[in-house]
């Protein structure tokens, strides 16, 4: 057994080497969130001390690490300005961190580096929180924990073996304490702090506008939108398509929403097979809402716009779970004069002869306006359009642009073009954006819409039939799909990319992406979306709904203690019957209680032998041999299998 360890003594080499890798390791996953310059400075100072580990020549002097603090310092305040919030005081703690780690001196600071480092895991859940992050952070927490305890000493000779048996049975011991305060803990509706608007974590893939590159940029980003469970059979995928934004009106590059001329939702005149489900939500920071076209009604903290999108009350900034009713099949009313001129509006230098001509060659042959609609279609398809994630540039004008010239492009050019000629033709349109698809999960028993599942089609206005759906990417020819921007190996293809069927290793590797997506879900519903309702539920079917505030928090504390008391009681008997010396000592103890002599509560051995050799002088002798042999053993680490035989023999001598 290995001595307990003085504070000041200085840390061995493979110690500061496992601290500076759980550091490394601690800062790693702010990659994704912080400046450049501060992940420069993190690799700088840890490359320093890492080379310091071969030649410890390298390390600093005092004078120099000073000039490292400040420059850290400085650092922080270009990059963020400020040294408050959640980026600016995450970067500087971050970076006095790392220059902490130049200045070991003695075993007290690499045990505050690891305390540091366990608290730079609780700042990254300001940043994420997914079910992959938290395990990650168990793990890192539970490697910096076993180091602090072999950092202690005391230990055997294998210390870092007993370490980690001693830091699993601590993790095992707090789950049951960890459960019952997610339970029984008071919930709040809203957080206790407001990190304010720079520290989101949302990540929508959707903007309030739509130009070319918008939604082509987000094809490759296969991070989740939303997931769907529906309350019965789901409907083929083709016909999911998500709504979002309703866009009216265009500069000539650019749509954007402008002003409603509806002022409230047209009626749906017919609306068959509803489609009931269950939506949650990732994250956004907007306050738009997805639901599947049609939705017959606004969710709780919602409400539905005049264009039937739904729009939440405040923005989406955690997760949001909500459940709808949709009409698949629907005819809506048709639109009143206001919108039937708000959606022919075409800006003038837009339109060029051959644009006009091509539109009047469609009039003269079909004077119906779903003909019209049809033969626009089939000008998609048989002419030389190709479908590619990286078109050629376009000119001053976009629109003629790719209609004549480059014909390539992703679905955003698709739509807007094919709605500046539905209004050049005389019918109503305006652009629809949301997302077309997504991933069912068998495993799960859910859909998962990814951002790359993102996408733009359009709505006519048809007399007689309302507000009808037009996907013009849909018409573009599969044979000039450009496969090298359409082939996604490990995320699911949208249903206007169909192409050949996975081999193999590619469904293996989606089937594992989708596995690690349940466990995400699993953990959204079970963790993250514990909210203050589902607290009440639980405990309505726990028999605890007529308590009120005060006999909860009476419940808590007596759940915690009754949970800490058998925890205690476990380790107690744990240690009695595993440290021998404990038992030896324990025997001493009851045949001095026994002869009249019991110990005070407050007495250590020591303490105890002078008193009993006072007050029986006859002890004195067997007293000062048995502790002689036990305070070094029991104090200093210096134990072995002649001490216990001699520490026997020493007791057996009166006993």
């Known amino acids: 057994m290995n001595k307990v360890k003085h504070p000041l003594e200085r840390p061995e080499r493979r110690q500061i080497l496992g601290a500076s890798l759980l550091v490394s390791a601690a800062c790693a996953p702010f990659i994704h969130h912080l400046e450049p310059q501060i992940l420069a400075f993190l690799a700088l100072v840890l490359g320093v001390r890492f080379i310091a580990l071969r030649w410890p020549a390298a390390l600093p002097n005092p004078w120099l690490r000073a000039l490292l603090a400040f420059a850290g310092i400085a650092n922080c305040l270009a990059a963020y300005h400020t040294l408050n919030g959640r980026d600016g005081g995450s970067a500087l703690l971050l970076s006095m961190l790392a220059l902490k780690l130049l200045e070991l001196d003695g075993r007290r600071d690499l045990r505050l580096v690891l305390i540091l480092s366990g608290f730079v895991c609780a700042v990254l859940f300001l940043f994420e929180d997914s079910f992959f992050t938290t395990l990650y952070v168990a793990l890192i927490a539970f490697a910096l924990v076993v180091l602090l305890i072999e950092l202690q000493g005391g230990l055997p000779d294998a210390g870092l073996k007993t370490a980690a048996r001693i830091g699993t049975q601590l993790a095992l011991q707090s789950a049951p304490l960890t459960l019952v305060l997610f339970v029984l803990f008071p919930r709040l509706d809203a957080p206790l702090w407001n990190l304010g608007p720079e520290q989101s974590k949302g990540t929508s893939g959707l903007t309030e506008s739509l130009e070319p590159g918008n939604l082509s940029e987000l094809v490759l980003n296969d991070e989740p939108a939303f997931r769907v469970r529906f309350a019965g059979e789901r409907p083929s995928t083709e016909r999911l398509y998500w709504r979002a934004l309703v866009l009216w009106q265009t500069d000539g590059r650019r749509w954007t929403q402008g002003t409603s001329p509806t002022p409230s939702p047209a009626p749906l005149i017919n609306s068959d097979r509803p489609i009931a489900y269950e939506i949650v939500l990732e994250p956004t920071d907007q306050r738009w809402l997805f639901a599947l076209d049609l939705p017959l009604a606004a969710p709780e903290g919602s409400i539905l716009g005049p264009e039937h999108q739904l729009i939440a009350d405040q923005p989406v900034s955690v997760l949001k779970r909500y459940r709808l009713t949709s009409a698949l099949d629907y005819r809506t009313a048709e639109p009143g004069e206001a919108a039937r001129a708000l959606a022919l509006a075409v800006p003038a230098w837009v339109v060029t002869p051959r644009m006009r001509r091509l539109v009047e060659g469609w009039r003269v042959e079909h004077p119906d306006d779903w003909a019209v609609v049809q033969q626009a279609l089939v000008y998609f398809n048989r002419e030389a359009f190709h479908y590619t994630l990286i078109p050629p540039p376009l000119g001053a004008n976009p629109i003629d642009g790719f209609l004549f010239e480059t014909r390539s492009g992703y679905c955003e050019h698709y739509a807007s073009s094919f709605a500046i000629l539905m209004r050049l033709a005389g019918i109503p349109a305006r652009v629809i954006l949301g997302y077309l698809g997504g991933e069912e999960n068998t495993l799960g028993g859910y859909t998962l819409v990814r951002q790359s599942d993102a996408h733009a089609w359009v709505e006519i206005a048809i007399r007689g039939r309302g507000w009808v759906r037009v996907d013009p990417t849909a018409a573009v020819d599969p044979r000039r799909i450009d496969r090298r921007a359409g082939a996604r190996l490990l995320s699911p293809r949208p249903v206007r990319l169909e192409l050949e069927a996975p081999t193999g290793l590619v469904r293996w590797a989606r089937n594992l992406r989708l596995f690690a997506d349940t466990l995400e879900a699993t953990w959204q519903n079970w963790v993250l979306d514990f909210s203050v309702k589902d607290q009440r539920r639980l405990l309505e079917r726990l028999g605890f709904d007529n308590w009120g505030e005060y006999g909860l928090a009476g419940l808590m504390i007596l759940a915690v203690s009754s949970t800490l008391g058998t925890i205690l009681l476990v380790l107690m008997r744990e ?74 023999h020493a007791l057996k001598r009166r006993v």
């Open 575 to 648: 240690r009695s019957s595993q440290d021998p010396l404990e038992q030896l000592y324990a025997r001493l103890c009851q045949e001095l209680a026994r002869r009249g002599v019991p110990r005070l509560a407050h007495e250590g051995p020591l303490d105890y032998g002078r008193r009993v050799a006072a007050l029986r002088p006859e002890l004195a002798p067997w007293i000062e041999g048995f502790l002689r042999l036990y305070v070094p053993a029991r104090y200093g680490g210096k134990v072995g299998p002649e001490t216990l035989k001699d520490l026997v």
